[in-house]
């Protein structure tokens, strides 16, 4: 016992550790938890990771704290979120035999709680540094699984590109893996920001009223699996419009499922709305694109390289060019 505790203090990283995740959009979204606490989830997603929202967190486990120090953005954060930055680490802690606080200080380069998957780039970011910094040493797969427990989007953004989630049943099967490269790699999202605040209602609260008082939810379970798998033959034979129009598609599903809640809510604005007619407009003019919108206002444009610099000008003209980032496919998570 004393000899193996030794060996974790032996490898316990002195130096901080950084790391840095990018966030990823759901085109085949999770919407929903099997298992609350292991973050198991019903459906099985699909994900394009971004390369130009990230987070970069820095960690380091230090025996002359006495409790963990949770920095985000230069702030100490609220307690819900300070307490989930806690729980993980405990994770990390049991996983790593090590009862040490650390410290954390982390950056997003995305918009916090804004529906813009902020939790998936943290969380990844986090499980990379934790880990790391605690001694261990996990492979993608293992660290996919790690993330997942912080939230479940995160398991995706261990990788870059295309990466499937494959839903498993329990802790040892539940995590991503990246899809084999396609004839999409010309893929590009046009984000569009309406609101950068943060959503009244979480993704995790979100999930959970529709889960537990849609009752379309086992429809939803059912029309997902479809849909996956008409999307990733789309994506393998880099078929665009068969591409949006599932994506699409599987986005105003998971919406349905908030405005069939009891109570009925949405994660959508009156900006939200317009964005969305003004991307079929285009369409029907002739400029092929698609929305995509996860748990906030903010729509996702999805386009190809041949029509991102007329798309993202229109709707600058609308939005203002600020509001208006065009993002490619980015890379899995890195040590910095
Ligand atoms: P989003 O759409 O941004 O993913 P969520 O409701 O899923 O919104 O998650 C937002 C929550 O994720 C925040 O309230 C906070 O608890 C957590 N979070 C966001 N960024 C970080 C970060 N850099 N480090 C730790 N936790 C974070
Ligand atoms: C709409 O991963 O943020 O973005 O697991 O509770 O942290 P928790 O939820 P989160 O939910 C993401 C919901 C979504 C769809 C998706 O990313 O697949
Ligand atoms: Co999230």
Redesign the pocket.
Known sequence: MNFQLEITMATLSNNPVTARAHTNIALIKYWGKKDESLIIPYTSSLSLTLDHFY?D?TVRFDESLSTDQII?DGQI??E??RQ??RDFLEIVRGKAQIAIPASIS???H???????????S??A??AASASKAAGLHLDATELSKLARRG?G?ACRSVFGHFVEWQRGTNDADSYAKPLPDTGLNDIRVVALTVERG??AV???QGMHLSVTTSPYYPAWVKTCQADLLQLKSAIEKGDFTRFGKISELNAMRMHALTLSADPSFTYFNGQTLAIMNLVKQLRHQGTECYYTI???PNVKVLCQQSTVAKISATFAQVLGDQNVIIAKPGPGVQYL
């Open positions: 987070t967190t985000i954060p609220s819900k979120s989930r930055v982390s950056t997003n995305v918009p916090t709680a804004a529906g813009l998957a902020s939790s998936a943290a969380f970011a986090l939230s989007s943060q959503k979480s993704s995790r996860d748990a906030g």
